[in-house]
Nanobody, 120 residues
Framework: QVLLVQSGGGLVQAGGSLRLSCAASGSIFSINRMGWYRQAPGKQRELVASITSGGSTNYADSVKVRFTISRDSAKNTVYLQMNSLKPEDIAVYYC??????????????WGQGTQVTVSS
């Protein structure tokens, strides 16, 4: 079994910063891509940022420059540093990872989600 457990998030004033973490555990053979998605009320889930095992990153245009994704492969953990937060960043944030487990199965796994709220 593979689990993704998120931490971080919460309430911050506009212009402030938050850091999200997501740790993968369980029967893991390898982790390929890791990323963060978000879903605002009434909207579809969207990709915020992703990072490959080689360290290549990809960002949504709306968060470029403000957000930074990173990963600690030794800890199977991905981070999202969010700076200059805006009210439009309000959403539930989910981490995602493409993992090959100990049985050889490769699939996408999701964290439990964490609320990010930005007050104006």
């Amino acid at each position: 079994q593979v689990l993704l457990v998120q931490s971080g998030g919460g309430l911050v004033q506009a212009g402030g910063s938050l850091r999200l973490s997501c740790a993968a555990s369980g029967s893991i053979f390898s982790i390929n891509r890791m990323g963060w998605y978000r879903q605002a009320p009434g909207k579809q889930r969207e990709l915020v940022a992703s990072i490959t095992s080689g360290g290549s990153t990809n960002y949504a245009d709306s968060v470029k420059v403000r957000f930074t994704i990173s990963r600690d492969s030794a800890k199977n953990t991905v981070y999202l540093q969010m700076n200059s937060l805006k009210p439009e960043d309000i959403a539930v944030y989910y981490c995602n990872a493409r993992i090959t487990n100990g049985s050889g199965y490769t699939g996408d796994y999701w964290g439990q989600g964490t609320q990010v709220t930005v007050s104006s």
